[in-house]
T-cell receptor, first 113, second 116 residues
Framework: DGGITQSPKYLFRKEGQNVTLSCEQNLNHDAMYWYRQDPGQGLRLIYYSQIVNDFQKGDIAEGYSVSREKKESFPLTVTSAQKNPTAFYLC????????????FGSGTRLTVV | AQSVAQPEDQVNVAEGNPLTVKCTYSVSGNPYLFWYVQYPNRGLQFLLKYITGDNLVKGSYGFEAEFNKSQTSFHLKKPSALVSDSALYFCAVRDLANNAGNMLTFGGGTRLMVKP
């Protein structure tokens, strides 16, 4: 079955470390997105990519970086510059068909220890 | 610019009663509208969408939503709530007049609590 996979499900980061969250999709979707969600809150857009080798900053890109070297993959790196990284991170993908919504992964919960 | 508002942070309803989760939107052109549900520690799951046609849209798990162009609303409804419907609900909009890609704009979410 086609889908979007995020790994790991839980991730612990020490102060000053960079960590990378994986997002892989086999839906042949062109666009991919990263969102941050704090407890009980809505979604905030970190980065998005509409085609391979191109990506754009979202509303809260500071302290994060991404790459889009393959259509299927859109990893997110949380750098040490992100001062408050503890949150739930969601990856999503979509086609160019405007009648379709996003397909979401199951999320990665990142905790700073 | 496209925007969407969910005016209620939380909606409380008794099991078996009808429920409504409100959503209003603002777009320049015609909207495509979506509802998603999120259970704890999970991603968002698609419930239903309005693209064109009948203003009453039926979706998963017995949910439906009514598109009202004059009131710029797309409220989510269910005739009889279940305790298992308790979750976080998100409304989203895509403005067809927006040529800046395929982005959805999400509302802030509404927590639905169904009590036995």
């Amino acid at each position: 079955d086609g889908g979007i996979t995020q790994s790991p499900k839980y991730l612990f980061r020490k102060e000053g470390q960079n960590v990378t969250l994986s997002c892989e999709q086999n839906l042949n979707h062109d666009a991919m997105y990263w969102y941050r969600q704090d407890p009980g809150q809505g979604l905030r857009l970190i980065y998005y990519s509409q085609i391979v080798n191109d990506f754009q900053k979202g509303d809260i890109a500071e302290g994060y970086s991404v790459s889009r070297e393959k259509k299927e993959s859109f990893p997110l790196t949380v750098t040490s510059a992100q001062k408050n990284p503890t949150a739930f991170y969601l990856c999503a993908s979509s086609t160019w068909d405007r009648g379709n919504g996003y397909t979401f992964g199951s999320g990665t919960r990142l905790t700073v220890v | 610019a496209q925007s969407v508002a969910q005016p209620e942070d939380q909606v409380n309803v008794a099991e078996g009663n009808p429920l409504t989760v409100k959503c209003t939107y603002s777009v320049s052109g015609n909207p495509y509208l979506f509802w998603y549900v999120q259970y704890p520690n999970r991603g968002l799951q698609f419930l239903l969408k309005y693209i064109t046609g009948d203003n009453l849209v039926k979706g998963s798990y017995g949910f439906e939503a009514e598109f009202n162009k004059s009131q710029t609303s797309f409220h989510l409804k269910k005739p009889s709530a279940l305790v298992s419907d308790s979750a976080l609900y998100f409304c989203a909009v895509r403005d067809l007049a927006n040529n800046a890609g395929n982005m959805l704009t999400f509302g802030g979410g509404t927590r639905l609590m169904v009590k036995p």
